[in-house]
């Protein structure tokens, strides 16, 4: 009787109520050495029942002095297999991300190295994430200097002057037309349809075919200058500036939900700190390798070509990076300035038609190449396989035209009274880099495919689905889906982003 009532007073000591308020208490008072000694005698589902609490707010900004409890909470769930959606942990990442580029402390890789290691273990995604951002700001800061002097006939000028001067050629050159135009009668109204007609033009004489070649030979000699061709790559130059500083701002928007920026930084510092604070934190990150290490992505006992891990790397690019682009694209039209589900939708929608079209488009290559070659495809294993090789080594420079054109116009089909879809050049880009990374995924060998049982509500699983912050987080009820899962031999590669709530989304 005495053993039963000490064990029943250690269970009551360690339930997941007291140890939570206990855990609170010891981190409010800074003492997350002995907050996390505490979380660590609890189970599998206690360490669960806490971390559905716990406010991850208050341990995150107490990094880097929290880093130990927030890796023994991590472990903990790792090691317990339960579902690790009960804890949204990118705020740590950011978190870190932001001590990185902001302080200048020597210990702080010594401080938060372990719970690196263990915010990948826990989301192996987060790698992924980590060098997407990295890559844009670097491409950010490659892009703000790019506004340097521009070729022109004379050597090396500004832009804007360049565009004046070719301008002003353009204007003379079209005066000229012009003034030729109303010499030869040409712009005039007094020619009657019946002289165009092509029983009038068989009828013309050797005088009138002459005269004709002269008039459109002078005209010809005005306007197909040299001179006058630099117009477009001037324009095209232009073009590429504006994107690149809009790719800029963009990246500046999205630190600043990390960290208040001052305007008076430098653009380019602000960028290029951050992107050190990735690489920082990415170089924490790298777990020795082994044969029997696992990059995360997937659960195949043997490691997969670069290639493979790239390819999934580019898709969660596709969600943290183009996403969010193309939804602030989205929400520049009047027209959907409220219509926060249709964005989603619209967002959803593109990557699920493209990989569809994509995938119809791969099966229609290889059809063809078979009726060229006069070869059964029910027999041609080994050829079907080789082909699929050549298309995926050949993925970045395959057009892909035609397969953006119809994933455009299926969406904007279906979406007729949104016309001022069908000129919005951002989601059009969109629309191109969701291709390119779907045409790079589906001629992968086993071919990558999405998850497309979107049935709602369902109870979420944690290996299939990852929640989104807005979500409730009391409730495991799958109410919208914003970014398919993918799937590799049927294992998930790639979680789905979903939203939870009690009541419809």
Same mark, same amino acid.
């Given at each position: 009787m005495r053993e039963c009532g000490e064990r029943i007073r250690r269970e009551r000591a360690l339930s997941p109520r007291l140890v939570l308020r206990r855990v609170l208490v010891l981190s409010e008072g800074r003492q997350y050495r002995e907050a996390a000694a505490v979380l660590s005698k609890l189970g599998g589902a206690g360490i669960a029942a806490v971390a559905s609490e716990l406010p991850l707010d208050l341990l995150v900004d107490g990094l880097p002095h929290s880093a130990q409890l927030l890796e023994t909470l991590l472990t903990k769930l790792v090691s317990s297999g339960h579902q690790r959606t009960n804890l949204n942990a990118e705020p740590v990442i950011w978190q870190l991300v932001k001590l990185f580029a902001c302080h200048e402390d020597p210990t702080l890789k010594t401080k938060v190295g372990r719970l690196a290691r263990a915010l990948v273990e826990y989301q192996p995604d987060f790698h992924a994430l980590l060098l997407q951002r990295r890559k844009a700001l670097?491409?950010?800061?490659?892009? /703000?200097?790019?506004?340097?002097?521009?070729?022109?006939?004379?050597?090396?000028?500004?832009?804007?002057?360049?565009?004046?001067?070719?301008?002003?050629?353009?204007?003379?050159?079209?005066?000229?037309?012009?003034?030729?135009?109303?010499?030869?009668?040409?712009?005039?109204?007094?020619?009657?349809?019946?002289?165009?007609?092509?029983?009038?033009? /068989?009828?013309?004489?050797?005088?009138?075919?002459?005269?004709?070649?002269?008039?459109?030979?002078?005209?010809?000699?005005?306007?197909?200058?040299?001179?006058?061709?630099?117009?477009?790559?001037?324009?095209?130059?232009?073009?590429?500036?504006?994107?690149?500083?809009?790719?800029?701002?963009?990246?500046?928007?999205?630190?600043?939900?990390?960290?208040?920026?001052?305007?008076?930084?430098?653009?380019?510092?602000?960028?290029?700190?951050?992107?050190?604070?990735?690489?920082?934190?990415?170089?924490?990150?790298?777990?020795?390798?082994?044969?029997?290490?696992?990059?995360?992505?997937?659960?195949?006992?043997?490691?997969?070509?670069?290639?493979?891990?790239?390819?999934?790397?580019?898709?969660?690019?596709?969600?943290?990076?183009?996403?969010?682009?193309? /939804?602030?694209?989205?929400?520049?039209?009047?027209?959907?300035?409220?219509?926060?589900?249709?964005?989603?939708?619209?967002?959803?929608?593109?990557?699920?038609?493209?990989?569809?079209?994509?995938?119809?488009?791969?099966?229609?290559?290889?059809?063809d190449t078979f009726r060229t070659l006069h070869v059964d495809g029910r027999s041609s294993g080994n050829l079907r396989s080789e082909l699929i090789k050549c298309l995926a080594s050949n993925a970045e420079s395959f057009p892909l035209g035609d397969a953006e054109h119809q994933v455009v116009a299926l969406v904007c089909d279906t979406l007729r009274e949104y016309r001022c879809l069908e000129d919005c050049s951002p989601l059009h880009r969109y629309v191109a880099e969701v291709t390119r990374t779907a045409w790079l995924m589906v001629n992968q060998q086993p071919p990558y495919e999405l998850e497309t049982d979107f049935q709602i509500p369902i109870r979420m699983q944690g290996e299939r689905h990852q929640r989104h912050h807005s979500s409730e987080r009391g409730s495991d009820i799958v109410r919208a889906y914003l970014w398919p899962a993918l799937l590799r031999n049927g294992i998930c590669v790639h979680k789905a982003v979903v939203v939870t709530a009690n009541s419809p989304f």
């Amino acid at each position: 009787m005495r053993e039963c009532g000490e064990r029943i007073r250690r269970e009551r000591a360690l339930s997941p109520r007291l140890v939570l308020r206990r855990v609170l208490v010891l981190s409010e008072g800074r003492q997350y050495r002995e907050a996390a000694a505490v979380l660590s005698k609890l189970g599998g589902a206690g360490i669960a029942a806490v971390a559905s609490e716990l406010p991850l707010d208050l341990l995150v900004d107490g990094l880097p002095h929290s880093a130990q409890l927030l890796e023994t909470l991590l472990t903990k769930l790792v090691s317990s297999g339960h579902q690790r959606t009960n804890l949204n942990a990118e705020p740590v990442i950011w978190q870190l991300v932001k001590l990185f580029a902001c302080h200048e402390d020597p210990t702080l890789k010594t401080k938060v190295g372990r719970l690196a290691r263990a915010l990948v273990e826990y989301q192996p995604d987060f790698h992924a994430l980590l060098l997407q951002r990295r890559k844009a700001l670097e491409q950010a800061v490659q892009g /703000l200097g790019c506004h340097g002097l521009t070729p022109d006939i004379g050597g090396l000028t500004h832009l804007h002057a360049a565009l004046k001067t070719e301008l002003q050629r353009h204007v003379e050159a079209y005066k000229g037309a012009l003034h030729r135009l109303d010499e030869l009668g040409f712009s005039t109204d007094s020619k009657k349809p019946v002289d165009a007609s092509h029983q009038r033009l /068989l009828s013309l004489h050797h005088s009138d075919v002459q005269q004709r070649l002269i008039d459109n030979k002078t005209l010809l000699t005005l306007l197909d200058k040299s001179v006058l061709q630099q117009l477009r790559p001037l324009i095209d130059t232009l073009a590429t500036r504006v994107q690149n500083d809009k790719e800029a701002l963009f990246c500046v928007s999205q630190l600043k939900k990390i960290q208040c920026a001052s305007e008076d930084v430098p653009v380019a510092s602000l960028l290029m700190s951050f992107s050190r604070g990735c690489g920082a934190l990415l170089d924490l990150m790298r777990i020795p390798e082994s044969p029997c290490h696992s990059d995360g992505y997937h659960s195949e006992p043997e490691a997969e070509p670069d290639q493979g891990i790239d390819a999934v790397g580019r898709y969660g690019g596709l969600y943290y990076q183009s996403r969010p682009r193309a /939804l602030e694209a989205l929400d520049s039209l009047p027209d959907l300035q409220h219509a926060t589900q249709l964005k989603a939708k619209i967002i959803f929608s593109v990557v699920v038609l493209a990989f569809r079209t994509c995938r119809n488009l791969r099966e229609t290559k290889i059809r063809d190449t078979f009726r060229t070659l006069h070869v059964d495809g029910r027999s041609s294993g080994n050829l079907r396989s080789e082909l699929i090789k050549c298309l995926a080594s050949n993925a970045e420079s395959f057009p892909l035209g035609d397969a953006e054109h119809q994933v455009v116009a299926l969406v904007c089909d279906t979406l007729r009274e949104y016309r001022c879809l069908e000129d919005c050049s951002p989601l059009h880009r969109y629309v191109a880099e969701v291709t390119r990374t779907a045409w790079l995924m589906v001629n992968q060998q086993p071919p990558y495919e999405l998850e497309t049982d979107f049935q709602i509500p369902i109870r979420m699983q944690g290996e299939r689905h990852q929640r989104h912050h807005s979500s409730e987080r009391g409730s495991d009820i799958v109410r919208a889906y914003l970014w398919p899962a993918l799937l590799r031999n049927g294992i998930c590669v790639h979680k789905a982003v979903v939203v939870t709530a009690n009541s419809p989304f």
